[in-house]
């Protein structure tokens, strides 16, 4: 088990880090000749994880202040997928340009962020030099005037403690947080592939051991990469429910009963964004499938809670459909969902 004791220690810089790292990576799949299809991952200097079912293979970046892949303040440090490859299809990578482990977005998917309707727990509350909690991440300190940016690198002052247990077919983070503003919790996501076939999970648990409810969002920014080609014609998204955006996605996409479109290869720096609605309160309704029409192949996505928001976000290296969960927990209960990845190739190619 990898245990990391994110304690309060800052830097000149401002950035606080554990004073007991995990250095380097370590996999209980090492000597399994299987794992050769996410071994060109970028970065692979920092800790990492490798998970096989014989059938996907599996690369995860682990949290670790001073080393980690990411130690920026928006995303959760756990789970951090950087490549899973099934029959010679990739789903996931580095969809940016630059890397810099302290920029909000220098981070692989699917990630998630927990979300409050101020940005972070206590952020409107506490005023500039004052301290709030993202979860996932820690606590954080307010070091601008106004409302929360989650491009700002907010200064890390307690991550609490994170364990990691390793096994061949699933990875489990807890992180566990005592902050002074009466928000405390207990953490835990397992990353899990299915024993045989395509089926990637992502289970969570947060207790709230604190005095204070906890009320946030959490999504998973998706950060898809159908083996690495940009977004176009023979991509596309759709739902079990007629998507209705908030505002125009032509030219780069268009509408089409049930899915989104991609019309044209889009740019360097175009985007094709927007909120959507049509969703019921139903959880049947949480099912998103982004497909490669044209290589027959693609992703589906399903949970067990229903969709409070969603927001679709593409460039032209990545596709990112953003579900948001809602939660609120009382203290002393405990919420839990889980949040199902089925990658869908068969044997001729053909997507499901």
């Known amino acids: 088990m990898k245990r990391l004791n994110l304690r ?11 004073l007991r790292p995990v250095l380097g990576w370590a996999t209980p ?30 690369l995860i970046f682990l ?56 940005g972070g727990l206590g952020y409107s509350e506490t005023a500039q030099g004052g301290l709030f909690v993202k979860i996932g991440v820690g606590v954080l300190r307010r070091d601008m005037d106004g409302p929360y940016e989650f491009g700002h690198p907010y200064p890390l002052v307690d991550g609490g403690h994170w364990s990691t247990q390793i096994k061949h077919r699933s990875i489990s983070f807890k992180q566990q947080l005592q902050s002074p503003m009466g928000i405390a919790y207990q ?22 051991l604190g005095s204070m409810p906890i009320v946030t969002d959490v ?64 959880a049947s309704d949480y099912m998103i499938r982004v497909e490669d029409r044209k290589s027959h192949f693609g992703v589906e996505q399903t949970a067990d809670a229903p969709i409070a928001k969603l927001y679709l976000w593409s460039i032209r290296s990545t596709i990112s459909p953003e579900a948001y969960i809602h939660l609120n927990i009382m203290p002393g209960e405990t919420a839990r969902w889980t949040i199902h990845y089925r990658l869908l190739v068969d044997a001729e190619g053909a997507a499901h």
């Open 8 to 18: 309060r220690a800052v830097l000149a810089m401002g950035f606080a880090v554990a």
């Open 29 to 58: 799949l090492s000597a399994d000749k299987r794992i050769t299809q996410c071994s060109t991952v970028p970065h692979m200097d920092h800790p990492h994880a490798r998970l096989s079912n014989g059938d996907i293979d599996a």
């Open 63 to 118: 949290p670790d202040a001073l080393h980690g892949y990411y130690r920026s303040s928006r995303f959760d440090w756990s789970g951090v997928i950087a490549c899973a490859m099934y029959r010679n299809h990739s789903f996931w990578g580095e969809w940016f340009h630059s890397y810099d482990p302290t920029v909000n977005d220098s981070i692989t998917g699917p990630v998630e962020e927990f979300r409050s309707v101020d």
């Open 187 to 208: 953490y835990v996501k397992v990353i899990q592939l299915s024993r045989h076939g395509a089926i990637l999970t992502l289970e969570h648990k947060l207790k709230n």
């Open 219 to 282: 999504y998973d920014h998706d950060f898809f990469m159908l083996d690495g080609q940009p977004t176009g014609p023979g991509m596309e998204v759709s739902f079990p429910f007629v998507p209705h955006p908030d505002q125009p996605l032509e030219p780069a996409a268009s509408v089409e009963g049930r899915r989104i479109v991609y019309n044209q290869r889009l740019a360097s720096g175009q985007t094709a964004a927007a909120y959507l609605t049509g969703y019921s309160a139903g």
